[in-house]
């Protein structure tokens, strides 16, 4: 069984520019998660999508981050425009059902706003 | 707001010592309790939780965690380490009901020596 794999590894672009990060979960997987670790920081929370629906974005830091998760496979995270502040890695989790599960983690997306 | 607190930001262990990273949280009530790991290039990876029951929960790799309610603590123990446990390892919480985000400690970055 196939993990949750994130697109790109690693992202460097330029204050100002847009930047999009994919992760695809595990397949079945009905929860998605969307994590940040700034550097030196802890790991926090962005948002949470139970299929295609956003249950919980509470931890998005402003609206110049934008999740989708159309069909409820696959989502996007798009960040526009980037700011300095912006740098971190991004994770993606997934876990199945409603009850609590383990979340499976992804590799992370390394961003680096230059 | 629940926190975790892993106070040691990084430890270095002489390989086959016996190694304890240590994590308090702060919650109104009993919160579930996990360990993960993060080994370079790859994603957060499972050891072990909490939920009930038997205080001293065993995980994957050799790893052990014992919750004390009176101390609000999880440590994480391994009487003997490798050096492949080197790596990044994070605490983390959630509240006991329904799916809902996980909050993490700062982690504890562990280096082992021969």
């Known amino acids: 069984e196939a993990g949750v794999t994130q697109f790109p590894s690693h992202s460097v672009i330029e204050k100002g520019q847009t930047v999009t990060l994919r992760c695809d979960p595990i397949?079945?997987?009905?929860?998605l998660y969307w994590y940040r670790r700034v550097m030196g920081k802890e790991i926090k929370f962005l948002l949470h999508f139970v299929k295609e629906s956003k249950q919980d974005e509470s931890g998005m830091p402003n609206n110049r981050f934008l999740a989708e998760r159309t069909g409820g496979t696959y989502s996007t995270l798009k960040v526009q425009p980037a700011e300095l502040e912006d740098s971190g890695v991004y994770f993606c989790?997934?876990?199945?059902?409603?009850?609590?599960?383990?979340?499976?983690f992804g590799p992370g997306t390394r961003l680096t706003v230059l | 707001a629940q926190s975790v607190t892993q106070p040691d930001i990084h430890i270095t262990v002489s390989e086959g010592a016996s190694l304890e990273l240590r994590c308090n949280y702060s919650?109104?009530?009993?919160?579930?309790l996990f360990w993960y790991v993060q080994s370079p290039g790859q994603g957060l990876q499972l050891l072990l939780k909490y939920f009930s029951g038997d205080t001293l929960v065993q995980g994957i790799k050799g790893f052990e965690a014992e919750f004390k309610r009176s101390q609000s603590s999880f440590n994480l123990r391994k009487p003997s380490v490798h050096w492949s446990d080197a790596a990044e390892y994070f605490c983390a919480v959630v509240q006991p009901s329904g799916n809902t985000p996980l909050v993490f400690g700062k982690g504890t970055r562990l280096s082992v020596i021969a």
């Open positions: 397949s079945g997987h009905d929860n």
């Open positions: 919650y109104g009530a009993t919160p579930y």
């Open positions: 989790a997934s876990s199945l059902g409603l009850a609590i599960n383990e979340q499976f």
